[in-house]
Nanobody
Protein backbone atom coordinates (compact mmCIF):
# COMPACT_ATOMS: atom_id res chain seq x y z
CA UNK A 1 0.00 0.00 0.00
CA UNK A 2 0.86 3.63 -0.47
CA UNK A 3 0.21 6.34 2.09
CA UNK A 4 0.54 10.02 1.25
CA UNK A 5 0.99 12.91 3.63
CA UNK A 6 1.90 16.57 3.59
CA UNK A 7 -1.04 18.15 1.83
CA UNK A 8 -1.84 21.58 3.26
CA UNK A 9 -3.15 25.03 2.33
CA UNK A 10 -0.45 27.46 1.25
CA UNK A 11 -0.41 30.97 -0.21
CA UNK A 12 0.45 31.62 -3.84
CA UNK A 13 4.20 31.42 -4.26
CA UNK A 14 4.59 29.12 -1.31
CA UNK A 15 6.24 25.71 -1.04
CA UNK A 16 5.48 22.35 0.49
CA UNK A 17 6.65 18.75 0.39
CA UNK A 18 4.40 15.76 -0.13
CA UNK A 19 5.51 12.35 1.12
CA UNK A 20 4.54 8.85 0.06
CA UNK A 21 5.32 5.82 2.19
CA UNK A 22 5.68 2.59 0.22
CA UNK A 23 5.11 -0.74 1.94
CA UNK A 24 6.33 -4.08 0.63
CA UNK A 25 9.32 -5.25 -1.37
CA UNK A 26 10.54 -3.23 -4.33
CA UNK A 27 13.29 -5.52 -5.53
CA UNK A 28 12.16 -5.51 -9.15
CA UNK A 29 12.10 -2.65 -11.61
CA UNK A 30 9.41 -0.19 -10.58
CA UNK A 31 8.21 3.35 -11.02
CA UNK A 32 6.71 5.68 -8.44
CA UNK A 33 5.01 8.93 -9.19
CA UNK A 34 2.47 11.61 -8.46
CA UNK A 35 -0.84 12.14 -10.20
CA UNK A 36 -3.12 15.05 -9.38
CA UNK A 37 -6.77 15.81 -9.92
CA UNK A 38 -8.20 19.30 -9.69
CA UNK A 39 -11.92 19.89 -9.13
CA UNK A 40 -13.86 19.19 -12.30
CA UNK A 41 -10.78 18.11 -14.22
CA UNK A 42 -9.20 14.87 -15.38
CA UNK A 43 -6.32 13.34 -13.49
CA UNK A 44 -2.93 14.41 -14.80
CA UNK A 45 0.54 13.04 -14.18
CA UNK A 46 2.89 15.33 -12.31
CA UNK A 47 6.22 13.51 -11.98
CA UNK A 48 7.64 10.00 -11.83
CA UNK A 49 10.86 8.33 -10.73
CA UNK A 50 12.06 4.75 -11.16
CA UNK A 51 14.35 2.43 -9.24
CA UNK A 52 17.31 3.72 -11.30
CA UNK A 53 16.53 7.31 -10.24
CA UNK A 54 15.40 8.30 -13.72
CA UNK A 55 12.83 11.08 -13.32
CA UNK A 56 10.31 12.66 -15.67
CA UNK A 57 8.20 15.76 -15.08
CA UNK A 58 5.07 17.21 -16.62
CA UNK A 59 5.72 20.47 -18.41
CA UNK A 60 3.94 22.48 -15.72
CA UNK A 61 6.10 20.87 -13.03
CA UNK A 62 9.51 21.40 -14.61
CA UNK A 63 11.60 23.87 -12.69
CA UNK A 64 9.11 24.11 -9.83
CA UNK A 65 8.62 20.56 -8.52
CA UNK A 66 11.25 17.98 -7.55
CA UNK A 67 10.65 14.26 -7.09
CA UNK A 68 13.00 12.16 -4.99
CA UNK A 69 13.07 8.90 -3.06
CA UNK A 70 14.86 6.94 -0.40
CA UNK A 71 14.65 3.33 -1.55
CA UNK A 72 16.02 1.97 1.69
CA UNK A 73 13.26 3.64 3.70
CA UNK A 74 10.53 3.09 1.12
CA UNK A 75 9.74 6.78 0.92
CA UNK A 76 9.18 9.16 -1.96
CA UNK A 77 8.72 12.92 -1.90
CA UNK A 78 7.48 15.67 -4.15
CA UNK A 79 8.81 19.11 -3.27
CA UNK A 80 6.60 21.80 -4.73
CA UNK A 81 7.71 25.43 -5.03
CA UNK A 82 6.38 28.62 -6.62
CA UNK A 83 2.88 27.27 -6.10
CA UNK A 84 0.00 28.71 -8.09
CA UNK A 85 -3.76 28.52 -7.52
CA UNK A 86 -3.97 26.15 -10.50
CA UNK A 87 -1.83 23.67 -8.57
CA UNK A 88 -4.78 23.16 -6.22
CA UNK A 89 -5.71 19.49 -6.47
CA UNK A 90 -5.75 16.15 -4.74
CA UNK A 91 -2.30 14.64 -5.21
CA UNK A 92 -2.11 10.86 -5.44
CA UNK A 93 0.95 8.67 -5.07
CA UNK A 94 0.99 5.76 -7.52
CA UNK A 95 3.18 2.71 -8.20
CA UNK A 96 3.81 0.53 -11.24
CA UNK A 97 5.95 -2.56 -11.69
CA UNK A 98 8.39 -2.59 -14.59
CA UNK A 99 7.46 0.79 -16.04
CA UNK A 100 9.72 3.53 -17.32
CA UNK A 101 8.81 6.99 -15.99
CA UNK A 102 7.81 8.18 -19.47
CA UNK A 103 5.30 5.32 -19.77
CA UNK A 104 4.11 5.94 -16.23
CA UNK A 105 3.37 9.56 -17.11
CA UNK A 106 1.50 8.60 -20.28
CA UNK A 107 -0.76 5.84 -19.01
CA UNK A 108 -3.80 5.97 -16.74
CA UNK A 109 -3.75 2.57 -15.11
CA UNK A 110 -1.40 1.95 -12.20
CA UNK A 111 -0.77 -1.14 -10.10
CA UNK A 112 -1.29 0.70 -6.82
CA UNK A 113 -2.72 4.03 -5.68
CA UNK A 114 -2.61 5.98 -2.47
CA UNK A 115 -5.66 7.63 -0.96
CA UNK A 116 -4.63 11.15 -1.98
CA UNK A 117 -3.70 14.29 -0.11
CA UNK A 118 -5.23 17.73 -0.67
CA UNK A 119 -3.09 20.68 -1.74
CA UNK A 120 -4.81 24.07 -1.75
CA UNK A 121 -3.12 27.21 -3.06
CA UNK A 122 -4.87 30.55 -2.58
Amino acid sequence: PLVESGGVSVPTGGSLTLACKVSGNTYRRYCLGWIRQAPGKEREAVAAIDNNEAAVYAHFAEGRFTISQDKGKGEMWLHLTQLKPEDTAIYYCAFDWGTHPRSFMATRDKNYWGQGTQVTVS
